[in-house]
């Protein structure tokens, strides 16, 4: 069965750099386009970045294109997604997907492969 798995999260200041990992397990086939989600308590799940199937195209929300870049190693098998100068604002859980293509969208994720569980990122002030 194919699955995600989310790494890389934790407890950092603010100004603080993390770095999170998606792995997708159960398939070798780089045939997903791949995406950052995340959700503070209380708000819905909003777009962070995505990466096309190759990684030539990515794309990153306005609110953190300056300070975060997705990734993907070789094998297309995983995704990254670093993040500098961390602020408080950035606190959520980190969620990521993948797709058949490259998509900005989340009703275009999660129909592949079950969401999993995340990886909570927080930063104090």
């Known amino acids: 069965q194919v699955r995600l798995v989310e790494t890389g999260g934790g407890l950092v200041q603010a100004g603080g750099s993390l770095r999170l990992s998606c792995a997708i397990s159960g398939s070798t086939e780089r045939k997903y386009g791949m995406a950052w989600f995340r959700q503070s308590p209380g708000e819905v799940r909003v777009f962070v970045a995505a990466?096309?199937?190759?990684?030539?195209?990515?794309s990153t929300a306005a609110s953190v294109e300056d300070r975060f870049t997705i990734s993907r190693d070789d094998a297309g098998n995983t995704a990254y997604l670093q993040m500098n100068s961390l602020k408080p604002e950035d606190t959520a859980v980190y969620y990521c997907?993948?797709?058949?293509?490259?998509?900005?969208?989340?009703?275009?994720?999660?129909?592949?492969?079950?969401w999993g569980q995340g990886t909570q990122v927080t930063v104090s002030s």
């Open positions: 997907n993948a797709a058949p293509f490259y998509s900005t969208y989340y009703s275009n994720y999660g129909k592949l492969i079950p």
């Open positions: 990466i096309s199937r190759s990684g030539s195209t990515s």
